[in-house]
């Protein structure tokens, strides 16, 4: 059973930076897409950013492209979301999903079996 744990949220200013970390356990990840998701308050689920786990493949939203970075440590089963220049907008819990192809569907928060729990990101002006 995959199980994906969330950490790395909190309190920071606008303009600031944070990381969040996704450790991933449960079966072997190669060949699976692992993705970042966030969610804000009143507002639907959005991708954010995703990336293949065996090799350097990756896609981000308009938003996150230039401030948000994603990367993953294959040796210690984790996924991060380097996060830059903060905006209030970022304000949002952040979940990891992960799911067993890369495809046209990399986006769609419905084509994810498997999420975090979800850590909380606050940006204030």
């Known amino acids: 059973q ?33 993705a970042w998701f966030r969610q804000a308050p009143g507002k639907e689920r959005e991708f954010v950013a995703a990336t293949k786990w065996s090799v350097g493949t990756t896609a981000y939203a308009d938003f996150a ?5 994603i990367s993953r440590d294959n040796a210690n089963n984790a996924v991060y979301l380097q996060m830059d220049n903060l905006k ?15 495809d046209i569907w990399v986006r769609s928060r419905s084509a994810y079996s498997d999420w975090g729990q979800g850590t909380q990101v606050t940006v204030s002006s």
């Open 2 to 34: 995959v199980q994906l744990v969330e950490s790395g949220g909190g309190l920071v200013q606008a303009g600031g930076s944070l990381r969040l970390s996704c450790a991933a356990s449960g079966r072997t990840f190669s060949g699976y897409t692992m």
């Open 65 to 69: 492209k230039g401030r948000f970075t």
């Open 88 to 102: 209030p907008e970022d304000t949002a819990d952040y979940y990891c999903a992960a799911r067993g192809s890369w």
